[in-house]
């Protein structure tokens, strides 16, 4: 049997005042054809839980755009262990894989079982006991969902992460700015920030218990760090001018950030316990962007010193800075994959500003959104996804798409326009 303890301390780390809901529904925009056929019974047991189990595994499978899980009304049978199962019914329905399980109390809590099953090769492949309390079902199904996904794609999951984003209502002088965090698909919500003035750029430390953010509160933008799970909070950068695009190294030891207190907006990088400053770029443009590359020996950043805005990488030991993109006369907000291989970037076409993506082999960029005013782009800690700020009607709304651009989804919110999302590490 495993305890959830160990993998969620760090989540309740970032447990904050709920000061208000801005839970985040998810509408899939486009599926993948290809995509591999699973199905995840309900458990047995489960129909008294405050959350359905089976159906939080299947929303994760199908969001991540490689699976595409049976309906329930298309079930011929719901088997709870791996004894019960009739191969050939799931194999009449082209399903390829097959998870089942059962709940039951246990004291305070829930015990969960589940099993995964190869359909064609008709074998168990996976099987774990997980024990919860009521409130962390939701986070068990995540934990569930990983196992699921790592078994079968040899990827780690990101289903048991959480991003950031900004939301803002009201019009004028009325308007009201939040910061919040959330689980990767929008659930449990939690305020970390309410402002009359606007917040931006947040950005994840390494070990997740941290947040960077830009905050105009005091009329000027200032970069924040704030601990999630104390609240505490102090203000790191105040210059005169621009203060911006905070982005963590991979040690988590320094920020890297644009600032124009020496004229115009540079890159500079901040050792965060001496405060001491390294500035990195100096060019008459505009230098903004900052992001550093997995291994922390460079970064990269958006200028527009060719007559339009580009990225470029500087490394971090010899100075020398290269340009990165070509295609087009606009690109911006680099992003580096987990594994360093491909950027992930905002891009303008004919159809407008689009995500994409460019491996830095071949220098081939391939546009993966389909909306025409997307920005913001952050990855998920797997490669697997990027999430995005875009416009869906009126309202600012996340949009989220698959590295290969197959499948997407959107994720409004009822609590006015949503910004800025971060994604946030793995949280181990």
Known sequence: MKSLMTAWLAAALLLVSQLAQADLTIEITRGNESATPIAVVPFAGGEGLPEDVAQVIHDDLERSGYFEPLPRRQMMD?????????????????????VVGSAEREGDGYRLRFELMDVSGEKRMLGEVVTADSGELRGAAHYISDQVFEAITDIRGAFSTRIAYVTSQGVGDNMQFALYVADADGHNSQQVLSSREPIL???????GRKLAYVSFETERPAIYVQELGSGKRARISSFQGLNGAPAWSPDGRRLAMSLSKDGQPEIYVMDIGSRDLQRITNDSAI??????????RSLLFTSDRSGGPQIYRHDLASGEQKRMTFTGNYNARGRFSPDGESLFLI????NGFQV???????????TLSDSRWDESPSVAPNGTMVIFATQQGNSGVLGAVTADGRASFRLPSAQGDVREPAWSPFMN
């Not at 709870?80 to 097959?98: C, I, M, Q």
């Not at 891009?347 to 004919?350: D, I, K, L, P, Y």
């Open 78 to 98: 719901q088997p709870a262990s791996a004894d019960e199962v009739r191969y050939g019914d799931w194999k009449a329905l082209d399903v390829r894989y097959l």
């Open 201 to 207: 750029s947040p950005a994840w430390s390494p070990d």
């Open 287 to 296: 230098d903004t962007e900052p992001f550093w590359a997995p291994d922390g």
């Open 347 to 350: 891009h303008r076409s004919g």
């Open 356 to 366: 994409a993506r460019q491996d830095l082999e071949s220098g081939r960029l391939v």
